[in-house]
């Protein structure tokens, strides 16, 4: 899942950072104590060459600026994704603010890799923008490359919206797909079982 376009400041977009906790995992503001479990998740070009702005290598000088912008909350949220029963730290999630309006975005640490944690943090921050904030359409985008962060758009409702490109600091200029759930196909999902 890649993020866009820069963030711009929208205070209709302003939510807090609850501590979300999900059938497997315990969302919560990332911290000093995940800085370790952060670095080795993080320093993958596998995972970087999918975002817009992790770098690559990613080492503690990176996992500190972003453990300061994430407290700064000038990106929007920021969740670091932890298993319910050990702690452990899995990746992160966020709704970030975007010249398109709100955004999802996420990343998953390899060795977690296709076992639905993405799917899970995806359907807990979409409810959590609908429920805290007046927006209308929730937007996403994956690189083009990118077939698991597709299935988990198609999971949440997403729908495609349309090509574009995206400069990833790592991969240079990208084709993305992009994506878009509307507030009326969200109420309607929500009476549905989750899929």
């Not at 949220?77 to 010249?99: E, K, P, Q, S």
């Not at 985008?141 to 090509?163: E, L």
Request: net charge neutral; hydrophobic share 40%; glycine share 8%.
């Amino acid at each position: 899942m890649v993020a866009e376009a820069e963030d711009t400041e929208d205070e209709s977009y302003a939510i807090d950072c609850p501590v979300l906790a999900t059938e497997r995992l315990v969302m919560r503001a990332p911290r000093e104590s995940d800085l370790e479990q952060l670095v080795a998740l993080a320093d993958n070009r596998h995972v970087a060459e999918m975002l817009a702005r992790m770098p690559h290598p990613y080492g503690e000088a990176e996992a500190r600026a972003f453990l300061a912008m994430a407290s700064s909350r000038r990106a929007g949220i920021v969740y670091a994704l932890t298993l319910a029963g050990t702690g452990t730290f899995v990746g992160c999630a966020g709704l970030n603010t975007t010249d398109r309006g709100l955004e999802l975005g996420y990343w998953i640490g390899e060795p977690y890799w296709k076992r639905g944690y993405a799917t899970e943090a995806a359907h807990a921050l979409v409810d959590l923008a609908f429920q805290k904030t007046p927006i209308q359409v929730l937007h996403a985008s994956t690189r083009v490359i990118n077939p698991a962060s597709r299935r988990v758009m198609h999971k949440c409702g997403f729908q495609y919206a349309g090509q574009g490109m995206l400069n990833s600091i790592v991969a240079g200029q990208v084709p993305v797909e992009r994506y878009r759930l509307d507030r009326k196909t969200w109420t309607s999902l929500r009476n549905w079982v989750h899929f």
